[in-house]
């Protein structure tokens, strides 16, 4: 859509994009190789088929991730009492909550860093994240990067899924971009589109599709309203920034500058 033929040519769908700054999505291809020794990632989110994920972190040999990263997989229609999801629940739990307690749960100024949640608490204690209510799990995975962004800035987060292009990957990357820089829908994904274009639209005629459509909706809205009442000191005069380009061409000026929604306000990239 707003792609130049040079990224075009250059795109390579195996490797991740970095969608905005330290906010990469990709495939579980990334997940081996030189990518993750170039790029460490403190987060790795993965929105593809749970089971198939942990195999492969567990018994690909190729797969190397750190003991200190903090791992996730959302997947809302997950049921299983498979062994390897056993194992992966004790040893991420643990990380998970070590984090928790030491930068939420026990740390008195950690109001000021993020936004309220509509339940008043990050509510994580697993890390599958599973359940119908997709717009809660968006609140709950937001507000945790936007907490651990707010105290290390410089935090790297992967999305991942299968191919790097699934519905649910791309919508929780909507609803970050919604949350940082109040991005409606549809500008989202024109950004995630141009920085991947290799990412499927999410198409209400499609019933999976139309549920992340209508839970992205809500979730704008209500974080709308929640971020109208409350101003947490870290998250004022936040701005997106992007790499510098030696070569920009007149629709990268069209992507970087996006009507927010709210039609009034507008966010640009800093070159």
């Avoid at 791992?71 to 809302?76: T, V, W």
């Avoid at 860093?113 to 697993?126: D, F």
């Avoid at 997106?240 to 000026?253: Q, S, T």
Wanted: glycine content about 4%; charged content about 20%; overall charge negative.
């Amino acid at each position: 859509m707003f792609t130049s033929w040079q990224e075009t040519m250059f795109f390579n769908p195996e490797s991740p994009q970095e969608i905005c700054p330290n906010i990469w999505l990709g495939p579980y291809s990334s997940l081996s190789g030189s990518f993750l020794v170039e790029n460490p990632m403190q987060i790795i989110i993965n929105c593809g088929t749970t089971l198939k994920f942990l195999d492969l972190v567990e018994n690909d040999k190729s797969v190397a991730i750190s003991s200190d990263v903090i791992l996730l997989s959302l997947d809302p229609a997950f049921d299983s009492n498979h062994e390897l999801v056993d194992k992966f629940k004790r040893q991420f739990t643990k990380i998970l909550q070590h984090y928790l307690n030491f930068f939420y749960l026990e740390n008195p100024k950690s109001a000021l860093l993020m936004h309220k949640l509509p339940q008043n608490s990050i509510e994580l204690t697993s890390p599958i994240i599973s359940g119908s209510n997709l717009k809660l799990q968006f609140f709950n995975l937001i507000r945790l990067m936007t907490l651990f962004k707010s105290i290390n800035p410089s935090l790297q987060i992967l999305v991942v899924s299968d191919d790097g292009n699934s519905s649910l990957s791309t919508g929780l990357v909507i609803a970050y971009l919604m949350d940082c820089y109040r991005y409606n829908v549809a500008n989202s994904f024109r950004l995630i589109q141009h920085r991947r274009p290799s990412v499927r639209e999410l198409n209400s005629n499609f019933y999976d599709d139309l549920l992340i459509i209508e839970h992205l909706k809500k979730f704008y809205v209500e974080n709308c309203e929640i971020k109208n009442c409350h101003t947490p000191i870290a998250t004022t005069n936040y701005m997106l920034k992007r790499r510098n380009d030696e070569c920009v061409e007149d629709e990268d000026d069209m992507v970087d500058e996006i009507l927010v929604g709210g039609g009034d306000r507008k966010r640009r990239f800093v070159h």
